[in-house]
């Protein structure tokens, strides 16, 4: 956040979200002006239609409700690319019809329409983050990087198949100075958290492996499945309005992953 912001992270043991009575009793004595909401279920190859993500709808706006009544004034939540409709491939933009496909993309959108609504009629300052695809290190184990990595470091190889899909790959610390930089600014309303590179998924792969020193075996030269999507983001909003754009080319970013 911008200097001079006092910051405050919980731990789940001094405000747990699924407990009402923490949430109120911790925004009751904080009583912070500003809110940076993004807690949900991620748990690799489960969050997609987990029905846990029904309760993080309630957990959400019991904890947004409760930091207005305490004097809350700037709200940010995390929201995902996943609200976007995926079967149209291209670069995504926050005014364009949203056709969430999953349980995780749908309970996100829902909770934004509520949020949206309710902000404009308690004068709550807004904004709502798309966030597409991070990458950094301390992901979890089963994801694609870090297996990737986990290959270069014991097999100086990767043996890997299709990856023509497009994505918008943005590191974590890039991910974090655009969220605080929407926070710290007057934009309410949704902005897709992107780098605005599109890139294709075998082309990571491969920067990957150079930067490693390692290569890559690539099983087919097919032009991959055509039912994945490309998802890719207009990152107009966040580069014009909030005035961010990463200051650190993501292939520095992906050097610095593998350095870690």
């Known amino acids: 956040m911008a200097i001079g912001h006092e910051v405050l992270a919980p731990a789940r043991s001094e405000m747990d979200l699924g407990s009402a009575v923490q949430v109120n009793t911790f925004l009751r004595e904080a009583q912070p002006e500003g809110l940076v909401h993004l807690a949900w279920t991620t748990e690799h190859g489960v969050y997609w239609n987990c029905p846990s ?10 904890l947004i409700t409760a930091f207005r009544t305490y004097g809350g004034q700037r709200l940010f939540v995390a929201g995902t690319s996943a609200e976007y409709d995926w079967s149209k491939s291209g670069n995504h933009r926050e005014e364009e019809t949203l056709k969430p496909q999953k349980l995780y993309g749908i309970c996100k959108d829902s909770l934004r329409r509520i949020l949206q609504a309710w902000c404009a009629e308690v004068d709550l300052s807004f904004a709502w983050g798309r966030i597409f695809c991070p990458f950094g290190s301390g992901e979890d184990e089963r994801r694609l990087l870090p297996r990737m990595i986990r290959d270069l470091r ?17 590191h974590v610390e890039d991910l974090g100075e655009a969220v605080a930089a929407v926070f710290d600014s007057e934009v309410c309303g949704s902005v897709n ?35 994945v999507p490309c998802i890719t983001a207009d990152v107009s909003r966040l580069r014009d309005e909030v005035g961010w754009s990463p200051r650190v080319d993501w292939i520095d970013r992906l050097r610095q992953t593998w350095n870690q």
């Open 53 to 62: 993500n029904l309760d993080w709808v309630a957990r959400s706006l019991n």
């Open 154 to 170: 014991e097999r100086g190889r990767i043996d890997f198949e299709g990856g023509s899909e497009m994505r918008d790959f943005l």
């Open 193 to 227: 958290l992107a780098s605005g590179v599109p890139i294709s998924i075998s082309d990571f792969v491969k920067i990957l492996a150079e930067v490693a020193g390692g290569k890559v075996c690539f099983a087919t030269t097919e032009s991959g499945d055509p039912s």
